[in-house]
């Protein structure tokens, strides 16, 4: 996979890379980290996201009122009964992406410039062919590069490519969770469930951004 990754992915870009995961697989990935170049940093930790939860600013109300809704949307959450369809790693997902998008912050204030794009990818995936280059980005567009596929009623959540002041808000889906505006927009659309990629779409639906979406070919 790692090579893959490389080859296919970050060399095509031209991009910075940043890494995050728990540190019970750190193992798998150690070897591999000789083979990019441009990695910037790598984050892992004994990542229990539930508890994270638990000790998230705040009282914790708003999150508590968005686990009523059901599915894997908040897959990796601990401690209820098997009727809430948490199997998934929906919130897991929501705290990596936070950790990624606090590297890119971290990183720009370094660099003294804000990066033009950002691209999330699942670090198990493997390529099987060179990602499409940004230049065929036309100038000036903000479009929301999204896989052909594995939508399951919602949005693919496994690769997206996005200007960057998109990011800000597709990576941000744990703060809303906490600070409460998740439950206000979920609860308020009366889901029985909600699964993680059903989550993004209404979300990008809430914010007017499912005209940026475009496809391009799963490659991985």
Not at 86 to 93: A, H, I, Q
Not at 146 to 173: C, F, K, Q, T
Request: proline share 6%; aromatic share 10%.
């Amino acid at each position: 996979v790692g090579p893959s990754i490389q080859e296919h992915l970050v060399a095509p870009l031209d991009a910075e890379l940043f890494i995050n995961g728990p540190v019970d697989h750190i193992g798998e990935w150690a070897a591999a980290f000789a083979l990019f170049p441009s990695l910037q940093e790598v984050r892992v930790e004994r990542e229990n996201v539930t508890e994270l939860l638990h000790n998230a600013p705040g009282d914790g109300a708003g999150w508590r009122a968005a686990a009523t809704i059901k599915g894997n949307w908040l897959g990796c959450l601990e401690g209820e009964t098997a009727d809430m369809l948490r199997r998934g790693s929906g919130l897991c997902m929501m705290y990596v992406h936070k950790q990624c998008l606090d590297m890119i912050a971290g990183r720009e204030r370094k660099r003294g410039a804000p990066f033009e794009h950002v691209v999330y990818s699942r670090a198990d995936l493997h390529w099987l062919a060179a990602h499409p280059p940004l230049s065929m980005l036309p100038d000036g567009e903000s479009d929301f590069w999204v896989p052909d596929g594995e939508d399951y009623g919602g949005i693919n959540d496994r690769h997206w490519v996005m200007p960057r002041w998109l990011a800000e808000e597709m990576l941000s889906s744990w703060d809303r969770l906490v600070d409460g505006s998740a439950a206000e927009l979920f609860l308020a659309q009366g889901l029985p469930k909600l699964s993680t990629e059903a989550h993004f779409s209404y979300y990008l639906a809430h914010r007017g951004y499912l005209r940026l979406v475009r496809r391009i070919p799963n490659l991985a």
